[in-house]
């Protein structure tokens, strides 16, 4: 990365881990968070769109209700994420709207990300949020999350954020500037390594522990996230969240260690859709719109001639043309009771039709996988012949 280039990327999510944010002694480290808010402002102002990912409402709840440092019990935990997430978001609304910045919070736990249509309606909510201009703040519920609280898993739910809406870089702030061939406060001939092409064994077994009381994560919880991320097609960087205005350092050239994205981007997802489930329904779609998806556009209805199968939205359908061939699989929008009723009209109709307007798309673009050779412009599978 060449200095000043955060301003070239699309979408950055932006995770912030707990000791970065609050302090034991005296709670909020406020002069850090605006720091960080001028950093996104600044970003916004370019063009970016930014997503912040946020630790912090365990280690600030305990300091707001005065719990005693030390491991909590369970129940200790959820009280004190539960008080903490609320002063916590009221923070980021203040920084941000300082800037003239809405902040939007969402709660999310992993498995909102792996449940398809919990998957489907947190992406909803997000890319909405984006398009108003909003700055999503993302927290793992800890309240309800017990997992997440025992164990720590921010940093692979950022990644997983990162992946959902499509960033095209992931920053993981922490309390290290980037990642080593060995703990640097161990081993003090460990050497920086300043770009990874790929998370490799090796590179794995460079990882160490958490460095600090309030960072859950570690760097193996970083490299676990790099896999997330790069394989999707989303670069991430680990650098040092402890200077002020952490995104601006990383624009002045600061030090910090690149993760490069995969060369096949997306590929994991896709992949998934395509070959690991089992297809709940199917879509039998006329020529034009065979050729809209080949073309890298969305599924409409009014090209669904028939629907098939008891299908919930979320699950995933197998796309056939006129001839019956599987030509396309994907994540259908609209549940099947609903995706009859509107196949073969018009997007403009649906709200008319159903009561309601969710989206326009029975199948998304970003939900499809074109199969063999119906990715160019030929006609039938490889292999096969009209």
């Given at each position: 990365?060449?200095?000043?280039?955060?301003?070239?990327?699309?979408?950055?999510?932006?995770?912030?881990?707990?000791?970065?944010?609050?302090?034991?002694?005296?709670?909020?480290?406020?002069?850090?968070?605006?720091?960080?808010?001028?950093?996104?402002?600044?970003?916004?102002?370019?063009?970016?769109?930014?997503?912040?990912?946020?630790?912090?409402?365990?280690?600030?709840?305990?300091?707001?209700?005065?719990?005693?440092?030390?491991?909590?019990?369970?129940?200790?935990?959820?009280?004190?994420?539960?008080?903490?997430?609320?002063?916590?978001?009221?923070?980021?609304?203040?920084?941000?709207?300082?800037?003239?910045?809405?902040?939007?919070?969402?709660?999310?736990?992993?498995?909102?990300?792996?449940?398809?249509?919990?998957?489907?309606?947190?992406?909803?909510?997000?890319?909405?949020?984006?398009?108003?201009?909003?700055?999503?703040?993302?927290?793992?519920?800890?309240?309800?999350a017990t997992n997440e609280i025992r164990y720590g898993d921010n940093d692979r739910l950022a990644?997983?954020?990162?992946?959902?809406?499509g960033a095209d870089l992931l920053i993981l702030l922490s309390d290290i500037d980037g990642l080593?061939?060995?703990?640097?406060?161990?081993?003090?001939?460990?050497?920086?390594?300043?770009?990874?092409?790929?998370?490799?064994?090796?590179?794995?077994?460079?990882?160490?522990?958490?460095?600090?009381?309030?960072?859950?994560?570690?760097?193996?919880?970083?490299?676990?996230?790099?896999?997330?991320?790069?394989?999707?097609?989303?670069?991430?960087?680990?650098?040092?969240?402890?200077?002020?205005?952490?995104?601006?350092?990383?624009?002045?050239?600061?030090?910090?260690?690149?993760?490069?994205?995969?060369?096949?981007?997306?590929?994991?997802?896709?992949?998934?859709?395509?070959?690991?489930?089992?297809?709940?329904?199917?879509?039998?779609?006329?020529?034009?719109?065979?050729?809209?998806?080949?073309?890298?556009?969305?599924?409409?209805?009014?090209?669904?001639?028939?629907?098939?199968?008891?299908?919930?939205?979320?699950?995933?359908?197998?796309?056939?043309?006129?001839?019956?061939?599987?030509?396309?699989?994907?994540?259908?929008?609209?549940?099947?009771?609903?995706?009859?009723?509107?196949?073969?009209?018009?997007?403009?109709?649906?709200?008319?039709?159903?009561?309601?307007?969710?989206?326009?798309?029975?199948?998304?673009?970003?939900?499809?996988?074109?199969?063999?050779?119906?990715?160019?412009?030929?006609?039938?599978?490889?292999?096969?012949?009209?």
């Amino acid at each position: 990365m060449t200095i000043g280039a955060l301003k070239n990327y699309r979408r950055i999510v932006v995770k912030i881990g707990s000791a970065l944010l609050v302090d034991r002694s005296h709670g909020l480290k406020q002069a850090w968070l605006a720091g960080l808010g001028a950093d996104i402002a600044a970003l916004q102002a370019q063009g970016v769109e930014v997503l912040v990912v946020s630790s912090g409402a365990v280690a600030l709840g305990r300091t707001v209700l005065g719990l005693p440092a030390g491991t909590l019990k369970l129940e200790e935990s959820q009280a004190a994420a539960a008080a903490g997430q609320i002063a916590l978001a009221k923070a980021y609304a203040d920084v941000l709207g300082a800037h003239n910045i809405m902040a939007g919070q969402v709660l999310l736990t992993l498995s909102d990300t792996e449940e398809r249509r919990r998957y489907l309606n947190a992406r909803a909510t997000i890319e909405t949020l984006l398009k108003l201009k909003a700055v999503p703040v993302i927290n793992e519920n800890d309240t309800v999350a017990t997992n997440e609280i025992r164990y720590g898993d921010n940093d692979r739910l950022a990644a997983r954020v990162a992946t959902m809406i499509g960033a095209d870089l992931l920053i993981l702030l922490s309390d290290i500037d980037g990642l080593y061939t060995a703990p640097p406060h161990k081993d003090p001939n460990a050497r920086f390594l300043a770009v990874v092409e790929a998370i490799t064994p090796e590179i794995e077994a460079m990882a160490g522990a958490a460095a600090s009381e309030l960072s859950r994560g570690g760097m193996k919880t970083k490299l676990d996230a790099g896999k997330i991320a790069n394989a999707a097609g989303t670069a991430m960087i680990i650098t040092s969240g402890t200077r002020a205005n952490p995104l601006a350092a990383i624009d002045r050239g600061e030090r910090f260690s690149l993760f490069k994205a995969s060369h096949a981007p997306v590929s994991a997802w896709k992949i998934w859709i395509s070959g690991h489930l089992d297809a709940a329904g199917q879509l039998v779609i006329d020529d034009g719109a065979l050729k809209a998806l080949k073309s890298g556009k969305s599924l409409l209805p009014a090209g669904v001639r028939e629907v098939h199968g008891n299908f919930q939205r979320g699950d995933t359908v197998a796309i056939l043309n006129m001839q019956g061939r599987e030509v396309a699989r994907g994540l259908a929008g609209y549940d099947a009771a609903d995706a009859v009723r509107i196949a073969g009209h018009k997007s403009s109709e649906i709200e008319e039709i159903l009561g309601y307007f969710a989206r326009s798309s029975m199948v998304h673009a970003n939900d499809l996988v074109i199969r063999g050779a119906y990715r160019q412009n030929e006609d039938v599978f490889e292999g096969e012949h009209a």
